[in-house]
């Protein structure tokens, strides 16, 4: 299957800070990628859906200018936390399609274990 | 709105036994059905899919799922379960068949095999 890399796997940061989480498809073009947030033995939320020169769109709830996401090119996707507090600690996990190919699967990242502290 | 549903939090099963994790689903239209695996403090890996075609689908590491239409079901098995399979298990669906269109996950089924 295609690759999709996600880094940082894991960051601690102080309350009030930023924090950038990047994900690339390795050997692919991700024409959509999307961000999940998984709590601790859940299932995954999506926060927001992005195609590739578009903004993102966001669930209901979400927060976009606490969460924004960047999909500036085809394999390249980042989500920000801004100003984090203790409550954004979760584990943050972005996959990928290429809708062009008619690839019906999404791919998905390692993810990334933030915790602010 | 489409749902998944995951009926069992946890799954225990000895090894060498045969494992069923059940999915059942809820979509306005024709389902696109996936099951993915993850491990601790890992992203999702992709098993298998249905879109169409043959009821019984095949997978990665052996597993395998059946689309059942009439009792809006996926259920994942394998025949012979390993201690390497335990992890956690989620069912996803996908009604709309557009680029952007989103997956519905279920709540996830921990599989536990033992020896």
């Known amino acids: 299957g295609a690759v999709v890399s996600q880094h940082p796997s894991w960051v601690i940061c102080k309350s009030g800070t930023s924090v950038k989480i990047e994900c690339r498809s390795l050997d692919f073009q991700a024409t959509t990628m999307f961000w999940y947030r998984q709590f601790p033995k859940q299932s995954l939320m999506l926060m927001a859906t992005s195609n590739e020169g578009s903004k993102a769109t966001y669930e209901q709830g979400v927060e976009k200018d606490k969460f924004l996401i960047n999909h500036a090119s085809l394999t390249l996707s980042t989500l920000t936390v801004t100003s984090a507090h203790p409550e954004d600690s979760s584990f943050y996990i972005c996959?990928?399609?290429?809708?062009?190919?008619?690839?019906?699967?999404?791919?998905f990242g390692q993810g990334t274990r933030l915790t602010v502290v | 709105a489409q749902s998944v549903a995951q009926p069992e939090d946890q799954v225990n099963v000895a090894e060498g036994n045969p494992l069923t994790v059940k999915c059942t689903y809820s979509v306005s239209g024709n389902p696109y059905l996936f099951w993915y695996v993850q491990y601790p403090n890992r992203g999702l890996q992709f098993l298998l899919k249905?879109?169409?075609?043959?009821?019984l689908v095949k997978g990665s590491y052996g597993f395998e799922a059946e689309f059942n239409k009439s009792q809006t079901s996926f259920h994942l098995k394998k025949p012979s379960a390993l201690v390497s399979d335990s992890a956690l298990y989620f069912c996803a669906v996908r009604d709309i068949p557009g680029t952007a269109s989103k997956l519905t996950f279920g709540t996830g089924t921990r599989l536990q095999v033992t020896l």
């Open positions: 996959s990928a399609r290429d809708g062009r190919t008619g690839w019906t699967e999404a791919f």
């Open positions: 249905y879109i169409t075609g043959d009821n």
